[in-house]
């Protein structure tokens, strides 16, 4: 017996509201239908809805969303509608609201920083209630940058007295000792996706200031050995780079009035054949520890153009046949 099928109708206050929501020419609209199986038709300032009952349900859900997004000035983008049609699949399209209300802050620019996904909004809401958070999960999901941009917050409304950014210096398949150059030139570039976060925010000039004064310091996992950092915001990047014992000392040197976020994909693990990753065994060691926050962002919370989503799944997949 086929589903019973169901029709509704929703209107537009006027035609900006329709491009708005069917996105440049309708891009966003055929990006919905390609992924629930309805038929949309649009006149005028009025589009019907026809199809099974859940999927027109799904659809209302949808439409109801995007437009109180639209009439509260939100501009969507191309990847805020994937993820609305992810989230209207389990009827969930009304969880964004709620992402999209604040704003963590803004970049140097005036822009509005808001976590896109709920994965981001769980992981910006632990970094304020916990001490020590561990974001784990694919590249492209906002895990560095969102720290960034907490820490930097963090530093402008005095709660941290300075911020320390750290990697550990683990080669990608090159050699440090071949590149040309002293220490630091060696080591900036593998620093170099924590300044371009912080030019984002602060902008290169404040960022240039603050990293004269002190009040920001970006420096390889070594340079951590032997300091107690206090009233500090610390971000350990790349983690999944770090040997066991490297992840035990950099932890233990939460001082008082810190917070530390540790950011890795266990996915890109560039050690050495045969060497542990300390992040790996960090999971399995401190996940029991009430205090410490773990988030695991997926595929869905990845933020950058739409198509490095489908490579970590394909990648995903061929890893799952594989094994």
Avoid at 199 to 208: F, L, N, R, S
């Amino acid at each position: 017996m086929s589903e019973h099928t169901n029709s509704i109708r929703i209107s537009f206050q006027n035609a900006s509201e329709g491009l708005a929501v069917f996105g440049p020419q309708d891009m966003f609209l055929e990006m919905i239908e390609s992924q629930i199986p309805a038929k949309i038709d649009s006149r005028e300032a009025e589009i019907t809805i026809s199809g099974g009952d859940r999927e027109v349900q799904m659809l209302q859900q949808l439409f109801d969303v995007l437009l109180q997004l639209v009439r509260n000035g939100y501009n969507l983008t191309s990847r805020d509608m994937m993820y609305a049609i992810e989230l209207a699949k389990d009827f969930r399209a009304d969880q964004l609201l709620d992402l999209f209300k604040g704003e963590i802050t803004t970049t140097y620019r005036g822009k509005p920083i808001r976590v896109k996904t709920i994965g981001q909004k769980h992981y910006v809401t632990t970094i304020k209630k916990r001490d020590i958070v561990f974001g784990i999960g694919p590249a492209g999901t906002g895990k560095t940058y969102l720290a960034v941009v907490l820490a930097v917050a963090a530093l402008k409304e005095g709660s941290v007295k300075r911020i320390v950014l750290t990697r550990p210096a683990v080669e990608a398949g090159e050699n440090l000792g071949f590149l040309p150059g002293d220490l630091q030139e060696k080591v900036d570039p593998y620093l170099r996706p924590l300044y371009d976060a912080l030019y984002e925010v602060m902008g290169p000039d404040q960022t240039a200031k603050a990293l004269e004064r002190g009040l920001i310091e970006i420096a390889p996992l070594a340079y951590m050995r032997g300091r107690t950092l206090e009233d500090a915001f610390i971000i350990l990047d790349e983690a999944q780079n770090t040997t066991p014992e490297q992840m035990k000392m950099f932890l233990t040197r939460l001082g008082f009035g810190s917070k530390m976020v540790i950011t890795g994909d266990v996915t890109q693990i560039d050690l050495p054949r045969g060497k542990k990753s300390g992040l790996i065994e960090a999971n399995s060691i401190l996940s029991s520890i009430e205090d410490i926050g773990f988030i695991y962002f997926t595929e869905q919370d990845v933020v950058r153009h739409s198509l490095v989503q489908k490579i970590i799944v394909a990648y995903e997949r061929a890893v799952e046949n594989q094994g």
